[in-house]
């Protein structure tokens, strides 16, 4: 907590952080592995460059031990090993390496394979054998690496190409105020020239050009493997889909491509467990950040899990959907019914997450819920809901509309739309509309 406010406060513990967090005190209390892991993340740039001199192989080879070994508990482990290759990432100075051997190992210790290419050949080959005889235990580690390493990689590359382009704008700004002291000392042209030929030429947007092309271009190894070159992550992708289909061996997985967006949504709509469904739902509100377009179809099916008949699931999707929604990720439509229906959902965190995400929606621009809530009517008059709390829906919708000119305005739309709605339904809007 103290290093949040100060990170410089941790370079004069460094030797008791690698002594006490992954020494003889970590095995009496396995989450110091993890507490450590966090510590080194949080580290000053000038204690990172002493780590890396005075301890850096034995560290590195301490987080790699602690991600491929098997010395923590199964509870612990993955806490552990998320923390630990966050570290590595944070500290290493070229992470992809160490990476890359984090990942064939935890694949030789799941399949006791030598290399991907044996393990590829089997599973485009359809050997089950190798889907039956592994350890569920092993095979969940190896999963969980590959994708935390994906994830990791992808933020790394990107906080990369922010520091090209931060150094570039700097680069420019120095340059222009170069030019303008040259200017005023001495009057030239020659500067003023060669920045018009660079603009006529377009070199700087060229290389713009250039690094969003590599941006794109590795993002796709990463994620989807769909180059000529697949890397370490991308061969991954046909053995994935392969597992996903098999729910008796599937225990936390990571999507990889728009091409198995079908099958994801069978797995948070089909899987027996809980946990699987509630974390699929969780990688949902992911891919919708990252990839907008591609989940921009499957909303209806987003919105479905809203009525999953676990807690979890149910106070997951709330969660996020509101971030979506107002973070302007994902555009309210015509199924906003259903986050309505939560406000009375029998779970009273589910709930009470519903009144504040429609609370929060009603801040935003001219309060969009005056336009929603006709709509809104309409739908949740063809649910089998309770007198009792389609009353309360309704208020709550109704009491968070302020403004008498909406409010008289909202009283002239529900009443066109009351001609397609059961006369019970009608009674019970208007005694409420009467109200305010």
């Not at 008059?381 to 302020?402: A, D, V």
């Amino acid at each position: 907590m103290a290093a949040k406010s100060s990170s410089g406060v941790l370079g004069s513990h460094l030797q008791d952080i690698i002594d006490i967090g992954f020494g003889r005190w970590a095995k009496e209390e396995p989450l110091l592995a993890r507490t450590a892991c966090i510590a080194l993340q949080r580290l000053s740039e000038e204690d990172k460059k002493n780590l890396l001199l005075s301890n850096g192989d034995r560290v590195f080879g301490i987080l790699e031990s602690l991600v491929t070994g098997f010395g923590l508990p199964e509870n612990v482990w993955y806490g552990a090993a998320d923390k630990a290759i966050g570290a590595i990432y944070s500290i290493h100075p070229t992470p992809e390496t160490l990476a890359a051997d984090l990942v064939k190992k935890s694949l030789s210790n799941a399949f006791n394979y030598s290399g991907r290419e044996d393990l590829q050949n089997d599973v485009d080959g359809s050997n089950t054998n190798v889907l039956t005889t592994v350890q569920v235990t092993k095979l969940s580690r190896y999963l969980f690496v590959a994708s935390q390493v994906a994830m990791n990689q992808l933020v790394y590359i990107e906080c990369c190409m922010r520091k090209i382009q931060k150094e570039k704008a700097k680069k420019e700004k120095l340059d222009s105020e170069n030019q303008n002291t040259h200017n005023n000392c001495t009057p030239g042209v020659d500067a003023s020239k060669d920045n018009g030929i660079n603009a006529e030429l377009g070199i700087a947007a060229s290389e713009d050009a250039m690094l969003d092309t590599l941006s794109e271009r590795t993002e796709k190894e990463i994620v989807s493997g769909g180059s000529s070159e697949k890397n370490l992550i991308g061969h991954c992708a046909t053995f994935l889909s392969k597992v996903c289909r098999n729910f008796s061996l599937m225990q936390k997985w990571f999507p990889t491509s728009g091409a198995n967006l079908q099958l994801l949504f069978t797995v948070v709509e089909s899987a027996p467990s809980e946990t699987v469904r509630s974390n699929c739902t969780i990688a949902l509100g992911d891919l919708a950040v990252r990839f907008p377009n591609l989940l921009e179809p499957w909303t209806e099916n987003v919105y479905a899990r809203l009525r999953d008949a676990s807690v979890s699931v149910r106070k997951n999707a709330v969660l996020v959907l509101s971030h979506l929604i107002l973070n302007d990720m994902m555009k309210v439509k015509g199924y906003i019914n259903e986050m309505a229906m939560c406000l009375e959902d029998e779970d009273e965190r589910i709930s009470s997450l519903a009144k504040l995400f429609f609370h929060e929606l009603s801040k935003k621009g001219n309060n969009p819920i005056y336009n929603l809530l006709p709509d809104m009517l309409g739908r949740l008059s063809n649910q089998n809901l309770k007198r009792e709390s389609f009353c309360n829906i309704m208020q709550f919708l109704i009491g968070s509309i302020k403004k008498d000119k909406q409010m008289e305005a909202l009283v002239e739309k529900l009443c066109i739309r009351f001609g397609g709605v059961t006369v019970v339904l009608l009674y019970w809007s208007s005694m409420y509309l009467k109200q305010f």
